[in-house]
């Protein structure tokens, strides 16, 4: 079982990804706000590239029930209804909702990997459950961090190297790359306090200074989630395993 | 003093670069290769992004005294006098010669940061020469991992780490973005043997299999030049103040 870690999205192109298993990883705070909204009862997430786009298909696309979310460098767009902050992403809001979902690296991250055969979302909330289905799935697979405007960004990068060994504590076959080592090896040098972490990354200190310590505070939580948010139809959904649990049940009250 | 690792060429555009000070690194092998052939009296290295342009300046621009040299995928070109280990380089063979040179991550990745104010290159052979050079200048620079295939290289960003610890022992004032403290945790985590760890990344495994293992070793050697290569006028020759060194004797005898 093969793992490769890509820090950033402009390492690889669209076509790198078809046919692979992919998970895109960006804690702060897009993978975070997927979970959230899904393990709150959301129908779906509809991830875009572009602010343009998000615009357009929020016109009625996806039925009546839509909600138009996500920021531009940290902050909420003019004329959209949530912004990026998984503490919005309420059930009260999102139950039973399509959201067309558009973040300043981690939906592009998303979009980018759209090849892929499986393309799943990964934070610390829900890390534990990724790692058990990826294992379950036995695949080699690609960590494509979203990084920070295409540069590094630790917090993804720890994720993901603890999301690597996690993994490896139930398969003994894994063959990592050097970037998948280096991950492995950031998240032992700097994981122990996860909330210590992100407040001292660069996004987590932009974050701070804008007043978002108590989302910092839940995107460091590890495992509050069980659910995988799994890339279908150019939407993001619960995968069928994780599809017994609110939103369905929520759907079949609604029918 | 702020310090930024970009772990690979793609992440900046040539821009990006205008009025930087930039270190280039390249541990395998072109950085090390560089430092050898001025450190054993090469006039100048003219660091090329393409083969075919190498082809083109070797034709006489830079005088009757040239050689070229240089890579593709670890193997040297065909027609080309030159491969790219360090070894090659001797005395014999390069003193007062301009070398034309072209590899597949180094020297695209140096012709990349041209527009740099001051742009250095830097191996584990001359990581202390050049740590003292940059604390001399005091300024904030970027330090430009060649990476492999434009992704992730374990040993450049090792000795991208072991460059900023060995300013941290000069200056005290430095300020560390994600990259850099990535990096300088990486040289802590894998870097107490340079020549295992060498040896062990993708890199280093595909150049043991193509028989390179004396290069490998000759790579790891700590501080065994004091050069620092500087790139001006679109070649790269010794810094000034290491212009009193083998070079310039030779030129002075030579005229």
């Given at each position: 079982m093969k793992i490769n870690v890509l820090f950033t999205p402009v390492i690889a192109d669209d076509l790198y990804f078809t046919g692979k298993t992919t998970v895109v990883i960006d804690v702060l705070r897009a993978s975070s706000t997927i979970v959230a909204a899904l393990q709150n009862g959301a129908k779906e997430i509809v991830p875009v590239g572009t602010v343009e786009f998000a615009v357009k298909v929020s016109g009625g696309m996806f039925g009546?029930?839509?909600?138009?979310?996500?920021?531009?460098?940290?902050?909420?767009?003019?004329?959209?209804a949530l912004g990026n902050s998984p503490l919005e992403y309420t059930e009260d809001v999102v139950a039973?909702?399509?959201?067309?979902?558009?973040?300043?690296n981690g939906t592009k991250a998303i979009v980018k990997a759209k090849f892929s055969a499986g393309l799943f979302i990964c934070a610390f909330n829900n890390i534990s459950a990724v790692a058990k289905h990826l294992a379950m799935l036995d695949n080699d697979f690609e960590i494509q961090c979203a990084g920070r405007s295409n540069n590094f960004s630790m917090e993804d990068t720890i994720c993901a190297g603890k999301l690597i060994s996690e993994i490896e504590k139930i398969?003994?076959?894994?063959?990592?790359?050097?970037?998948?080592?280096?991950?492995?090896?950031?998240?032992?040098s700097f994981g122990?306090?996860?909330?210590?972490?992100?407040?001292?990354?660069?996004?987590?200190?932009?974050?701070?200074?804008?007043g978002f310590d108590d989302d910092i505070k839940f995107c460091s939580k590890l495992n509050i989630s069980e659910i995988v948010p799994y890339f279908i139809g150019n939407v993001l959904k619960l995968l069928p395993e994780n599809g017994l649990s609110l939103t369905n049940e929520k759907d079949n009250i609604a029918n």
């Open positions: 009546g029930q839509t909600l138009i979310g996500g920021e531009r460098n940290t902050k909420k767009i003019e004329g959209f039973r909702k399509s959201i067309i979902f558009y973040t300043t398969k003994t076959d894994l063959s990592l790359s050097d970037s998948a080592k280096a991950s492995v090896a950031l998240s032992k122990r306090s996860i909330y210590k972490m992100l407040s001292e990354t660069e996004h987590g200190k932009q974050l701070l200074e804008n």
